[in-house]
C-alpha cells in the first residue's frame, strides 16, 4: 500500500469535514428552481469556484497527464490562440448573456422558446444520449487512479462473504454512492456549496502539492526528460513538432474554432447556466475565474513533468523499474498510459503530499461526479419526459422524479464503467461523445440567440449530421481496426471540425431557403425582453457603452469601479501574453530559437503561475465565503413561486413575428 496513516487520515478528516457541510444545506432546498438551479442566487464567487470544481474531474486530470505524457509542453503554447476567444466571450457575454435574458432554467427549455416543443424533446434525447456516454468513462478511471495510486490489492475479503470482493468495482461504488448522496440532497443547492468549499480546500490544496513536486524533482531534470524526445515529436519546442499526431498546431486551431462555436453548447454543468443571480455575475464569475484556473492549471503540468523525469531518468532507474512492473500488470494499452502517471507519483511524492493529493483527487471526483448527474440527470427530466407528457407535476412529484432520473444516470454510469474497455485518449473520447451533440447544437444554439432567420428545419438538420458524425467517430477505430488493421487516420478532433463546420452550413442554407418562401423571422426582442418589451420585467439589457475602449474591455454601465478594474487587467495581461506569442512564434518562424530558450520560457512559466496563486488562493477563499452566506441569507427568504420549474406555458406563434413563450416567473407579457 502506498499510502501512510497520515494520508489516510487526512482523506478521511476530509470527507466528513464535507459531509457535515452538505448536511447543512437540506434546508434550503424548499422548491423546484432551488433544485434546479439554488433559485437563480448565486454570486460570481461561489459561481465561478463551484462551477469550475464541477467541470473537473480525476478524468480531467488523467487526461491532461496522459496528454503532457504523449506530447510535453508543445500543445500548452498552441494553446495560447484561445487567448483572444476567451476574452471576446467573456467580456461581450457571447451566447451566455443572451441566453440568461431568456430566463430559462435549461437550454432545451430555449429550444422550445425559440424553436418548438417537438424539438425541445429530440434536442434533449440527444444531449442526455450524447451526455451520458460521455460520463460513463468518469467513474472507472477515478476508481482506477485511487486503486492504482494508493496501491491498493486487486480483491479482498470481507468478513462473513465466501467470495473475493473486487477493490476497483467496491471503490466505484462507494465514490459514486457519496457524491449521490450530495446532490440527492438539495439538489443545485447542495451541490454548488460543497463544491465551493471543496474548491477552496482544492486550490490551496493544488499549491502545496506543485510546490513539493518541484522541489522533489528539479527543474533540469525534468527538462532532461523532455529532451529524450524525438527531433520531430519534441515536447519542449513546438515548432518541432511534425511527428505529433494528435495533440499539435491542428489539435490547437480546431479547439479555437470550437471555443466559439461550442461556447455553452456542453450541458454537464447546466445547473451553473442559471444560477447567477444576474447575467452579470455570470459575465463577472466568467471573468475572474480566469485567475482561479491558474493553480489547477500548474498542478496539471507539473505533475506529469515530474512523472516523466522519474520514469527518463538514469538516477531514477530503481524507482522506475518498480513503476513500470506495476504498470505491466494492468491489462490494455490505453489503461497502462492512463495510469502511468498516478502510479508514478505515489512513488515520488513524501508523506503528507500524497494524502493531499488523493483529497484533491477524491474531491473533483464527488464535484465532477454530483455534477454530471444533476445535470443529465435534470435534463432527461426537463427536456424529454415533460415536455413529452405535457403534464403539470406537483413539486414533491416533479422533484422525486428528478431524483430517479438521476439515479438512474448514476447506475448506468457505473454499469458502462463495468463494462468498457478504453480504445482512446480520453480527450480524444472526449471529442468523439461530446461531438454527437456539439457538433450540431453550437449552430443551433448560435443561430437561435442571434439570428432572427433562423428556422426549426434548419436546426433539426444541424442536430442530424452532428450526432450521425459523432456516432461514427465513437465506433470509427474499432471499426477501422478490424477492417484494416490499423486505427480510422482522422482523430475524433478532425471529426469534430467537419461535423460543426457541416452542421453551421446546413443550418443556414435550410434557413434561408425557408425565410425566401414565407419570409419567416422570429421576434428575437421579444424573446430577450428587450426595446418595448422590457418593461414587463426587471431590465437585464443595459445600454451599449459610448467609449470604444469601453466596448473593446466590454464594460457597461452594470460594472462596479471593481468589476471595471478587474476587466481592464484582464484585457491588458490576455493582450500582453497573445502578443508575446505572435512576437516569438515569428521569430521562431524567421530564426528558429533553440530548446534551452524554450525551457527557460516554460520555466518562469511555471514559477510566475506558482507565485501568482498565493495572491489567488486569499482572494478566493474570502469571496467564496462572502457568497455562501449571502445564498444562505438569500434562500432563508425568497419567496418560492411553484410554477417556476421550467415549464413553458404560452405558445402563441405568428408566422410572421413568432411570440415569446412565457418561460419562468409567472410573469405576464403583453402581447
Not at 527531433?231 to 518541432?240: I, R, T, V, Y
Not at 411570440?659 to 416567473?665: E, S
Request: aromatic letters at 14%.
Amino acid at each position: 500500500m502506498n499510502l501512510s496513516w497520515i494520508d489516510w487520515a487526512i482523506m478521511g478528516v476530509s470527507v466528513v469535514a464535507l459531509r457535515l457541510v452538505s448536511l447543512g444545506t437540506r434546508q434550503y432546498m424548499q422548491g423546484v428552481a432551488d433544485f434546479l438551479s439554488a433559485n437563480r442566487s448565486a454570486g460570481r464567487y461561489l459561481l465561478t469556484i463551484a462551477s469550475q470544481m464541477g467541470g473537473i474531474g480525476v478524468v480531467t486530470f488523467v487526461g491532461g497527464f496522459e496528454l503532457m505524457a504523449a506530447a510535453g509542453l508543445s500543445p500548452s503554447w498552441w494553446g495560447m490562440m484561445m487567448i483572444p476567444a476567451s476574452v471576446v466571450i467573456l467580456l461581450m457575454g457571447w451566447v451566455f448573456y443572451r441566453f440568461r435574458e431568456t430566463r430559462a432554467l435549461t437550454m432545451a427549455q430555449f429550444f422550445e422558446i425559440r424553436y418548438s416543443r417537438n424539438f425541445r424533446v429530440f434536442a434533449g434525447l440527444l444531449c442526455w444520449f450524447s451526455g451520458i456516454l460521455n460520463f460513463g468513462i468518469f467513474p472507472a478511471v477515478a476508481a482506477r487512479f485511487f486503486v492504482y495510486f494508493c496501491g491498493l490489492p486487486e480483491h479482498f475479503h470481507c468478513p462473513g462473504i465466501p467470495w473475493e470482493l473486487s477493490t476497483y468495482i467496491t471503490v466505484m461504488a462507494t465514490d459514486m454512492i457519496l457524491a449521490l448522496s450530495f446532490v440527492m440532497m438539495g439538489g443545485q443547492i447542495s451541490v454548488m456549496i460543497t463544491e465551493c468549499v471543496q474548491g477552496m480546500f482544492c486550490t490551496l490544496a493544488m499549491f502545496v502539492v506543485s510546490a513539493a513536486v518541484l522541489l522533489q524533482v528539479k527543474w533540469p531534470q525534468m527538462v532532461a526528460a523532455l529532451k529524450m524526445a524525438p527531433a520531430d515529436k519534441s515536447m519542449l519546442n513546438p515548432f518541432h513538432t511534425s511527428g505529433v499526431t494528435d495533440f499539435n498546431l491542428t489539435y490547437g486551431l480546431i479547439g479555437l474554432f470550437s471555443a466559439f462555436y461550442t461556447y455553452m453548447s456542453w450541458q454537464g454543468s447546466s445547473g451553473f447556466y442559471s444560477s447567477a443571480r444576474t447575467p452579470h455575475e455570470q459575465k463577472m464569475g466568467g471573468i475572474i475565474g480566469v485567475w482561479r484556473a491558474v493553480p489547477q492549471n500548474l498542478m496539471i503540468i507539473v505533475l506529469p513533468l515530474a512523472a516523466l523525469a522519474v520514469l527518463r531518468l538514469p538516477e531514477y532507474s530503481h524507482q522506475a523499474a518498480a513503476i513500470n512492473d506495476a504498470v505491466s500488470k494492468i491489462s490494455g494499452d490505453s489503461i497502462q498510459g492512463q495510469m502511468r502517471v498516478p502510479i508514478a507519483l505515489a512513488h515520488i511524492l513524501p508523506t503528507g503530499i500524497k494524502g493531499l493529493l488523493a483529497t484533491v483527487m477524491l474531491f473533483v471526483s464527488f464535484t465532477c461526479h454530483d455534477t454530471y448527474m444533476h445535470s443529465w440527470g435534470t435534463i432527461f427530466i426537463q427536456d424529454v419526459y415533460m415536455p413529452w407528457r405535457n403534464k403539470q407535476f406537483s413539486p414533491a412529484e416533479h422533484i422525486r422524479l428528478l431524483r430517479l432520473s438521476i439515479l438512474g444516470v448514476a447506475v448506468f454510469a457505473f454499469l458502462f464503467s463495468i463494462f468498457y474497455r478504453p480504445t482512446h485518449y480520453i480527450f480524444m473520447y472526449f471529442a468523439a461523445t461530446g461531438m454527437i451533440w456539439t457538433g450540431g447544437s453550437g449552430a443551433v444554439i448560435i443561430g437561435g440567440l442571434y439570428w432572427k432567420k433562423g428556422t426549426t428545419a434548419g436546426a433539426y438538420c444541424a442536430l442530424t449530421i452532428g450526432a450521425v458524425l459523432g456516432i461514427f467517430a465513437v465506433f470509427a477505430d474499432m471499426i477501422w481496426m478490424k477492417l484494416f488493421g490499423h486505427k480510422f487516420p482522422i482523430n475524433a478532433a478532425v471529426l469534430s471540425f467537419f461535423a460543426m463546420g457541416g452542421a453551421l452550413i446546413l443550418y443556414v442554407l435550410v434557413s434561408l431557403v425557408l425565410h425566401s418562401k414565407n419570409r419567416f423571422e422570429f421576434n428575437l426582442q421579444k424573446m430577450l425582453y428587450r426595446g418595448q418589451y422590457a418593461k414587463s420585467v426587471l431590465p437585464l439589457h443595459l445600454d451599449e457603452p459610448r467609449s470604444i475602449w469601453l466596448k473593446i474591455t466590454g464594460i457597461t454601465s452594470e460594472f462596479t469601479l471593481a468589476d471595471r478594474v478587474l476587466a481592464i487587467i484582464l484585457v491588458t495581461w490576455n493582450g500582453l501574453n497573445f502578443i508575446f506569442f505572435v512576437v516569438f512564434s515569428v521569430i521562431n518562424k524567421i530564426m528558429p530559437v533553440a530548446d534551452s530558450a524554450w525551457a527557460n520560457w516554460w520555466h518562469f512559466n511555471i514559477l510566475w503561475n506558482l507565485v501568482l496563486s498565493v495572491p489567488i488562493i486569499v482572494w478566493f477563499t474570502v469571496g467564496g465565503v462572502i457568497d455562501i452566506k449571502a445564498l444562505f441569507k438569500t434562500l432563508a427568504t425568497a419567496e418560492r413561486d411553484a410554477s417556476d420549474n421550467g415549464t413553458v406555458r404560452d405558445e402563441s406563434i405568428r408566422h410572421s413575428e413568432p411570440l415569446l413563450v412565457q418561460a419562468v416567473d409567472g410573469i405576464k407579457v403583453d402581447v
